[in-house]
């Protein structure tokens, strides 16, 4: 039986990215085939993602060129290698209409495919509005990104998820938004795919460490002054040196010794070695928490959900700083014995999920 799958692959972010792949992974414990339909968002690549970053400001793009291109090596080599994609790329929705169906079993998800603010509105294929009427419709792991739905996003939203067999979500928040706003009852909560896959399974493709002794590891994705002086704070209260994951070359004059651009599998490897980290990424502190380490959490201005839903989840809010002045949350310790407990039960429900679909299908 095989499998295929939208997501958001071709965003150049390390959660985005480690998603994908965890996704592929864990599909195909279950399906003989599995492939990702290679839908690009117009403004994740070329001249489009290029006025994202620089919002028409010409004066912007010798800062930004740079790392744009090193991302298109960078994420290229990792897809290339780890993703497997369909031949025929996807780059508009006039490409849809002329889709070839290619799977007996459709995904839509993981991560924030159902983000309206992201996606600037409804995006029909992310909801599988291609897929041949005959062909089944799950939805795994998915993300709202938010707490509610725009008003204007509910009737089409509600219009192509109503034709899905079975809804998994990763979020609290997703399951109230298809509740209460799209009045959709077959849906389930699980866990992120990256959270699905084990410690273990992490640690097997992994690099070796590359920085010695303890440090504080900085994945900072939403920029602030406030946010860096914490992080220099930080370092002198505790004592430890103090990296920052630089996904941009322009973030090497903030605060911390710059780790630039790294390969993608580094991300696992710095953060299962690092003794803290200080971010304000959903994924960086689930792996964090996958890899027992400790996680200091900044919640962003948006999208903050997931994050909070997460720490919710797992027991463990009290490594939210409370604000720019709150240093005690270094010493609001992790019971890593209850999250990993935590987490192994959900693992089952992911695998239970799984498995219905493929009972449902005949397989």
């Known amino acids: 039986m095989k499998a295929a799958v939208i997501t958001l692959h071709s965003v150049c972010n390390y959660g985005t990215q480690l998603q994908a792949?965890?996704?592929?992974?864990?599909l195909k414990q279950y399906f003989d085939d599995v492939e990702f339909i290679d839908y690009r968002r117009p403004d994740t690549y070329g001249i489009k993602l290029l006025k994202t970053f620089t919002k028409g400001n010409i004066l912007k793009i010798p800062a930004i060129l740079p790392t744009l291109i090193y991302w298109k090596f960078n994420f290229g080599k990792f897809q290339k290698k780890y993703l497997k994609l369909t031949r025929k790329k996807y780059l508009s929705?006039?490409?849809?209409?002329?889709?070839?169906?290619?799977?007996?079993?459709?995904?839509?998800?993981?991560?924030?495919?159902w983000n309206t603010g992201w996606n600037n509105g409804v995006i029909p294929p992310l909801y599988l509005s291609f897929v041949p009427d005959n062909k089944p419709r799950y939805a795994y792991a998915s993300s709202f990104g938010t707490t509610k739905l725009d008003e204007k996003d509910i009737n089409d939203s509600k219009k192509y998820l109503d034709k899905f067999k079975m809804i998994s979500v990763r979020e609290e928040s997703g399951l109230e938004i298809l509740k209460n706003q799209l009045h959709i009852d077959n849906a389930i909560r699980?866990?992120?795919?990256?959270?699905?896959?084990?410690?273990?399974?992490?640690?097997?493709i992994a690099p070796k460490k590359k920085i010695r002794g303890d440090y504080i590891l900085i994945y900072n994705l939403n920029k602030s002054k406030e946010f860096d002086n914490y992080a220099?704070?930080?370092?002198?209260?505790?004592?430890?040196?103090?990296?920052?994951?630089?996904?941009?070359f322009d973030q090497i004059f903030r605060k911390g010794k710059s780790i630039i651009i790294p390969d993608i599998l580094d991300f696992i490897s710095l953060v299962d070695n690092a003794k803290i980290i200080l971010t304000d990424s959903f994924h960086a502190t689930a792996f964090a928490m996958n890899m027992n380490v400790e996680p200091i959490c900044i919640y962003p201005e948006n999208?903050?959900?997931?994050?909070?839903?997460?720490?919710?989840l797992v027991k463990s809010t009290q490594r939210h700083a409370k604000d720019y002045h709150d240093f005690e949350v270094v010493d609001r310790h992790v019971n890593f014995?209850?999250?990993?407990k935590i987490l192994d039960e959900e693992r089952k429900k992911v695998d239970d999920f799984l498995t219905a679909i493929?009972?449902?299908?005949?397989?």
């Open 358 to 363: 493929v009972e449902e299908n005949g397989g």
């Open 337 to 340: 014995e209850r999250v990993n």
């Open 303 to 312: 999208y903050s959900g997931r994050l909070s839903d997460f720490l919710e």
């Open 93 to 113: 929705l006039r490409d849809f209409e002329q889709f070839e169906d290619i799977a007996d079993i459709y995904f839509s998800g993981s991560d924030q495919v």
């Open 21 to 26: 792949y965890a996704t592929q992974e864990k």
């Open 232 to 248: 220099e704070e930080l370092s002198k209260k505790t004592g430890l040196k103090l990296y920052r994951f630089c996904t941009r």
């Open 190 to 204: 699980i866990l992120d795919p990256t959270l699905a896959m084990t410690p273990n399974f992490w640690r097997s």
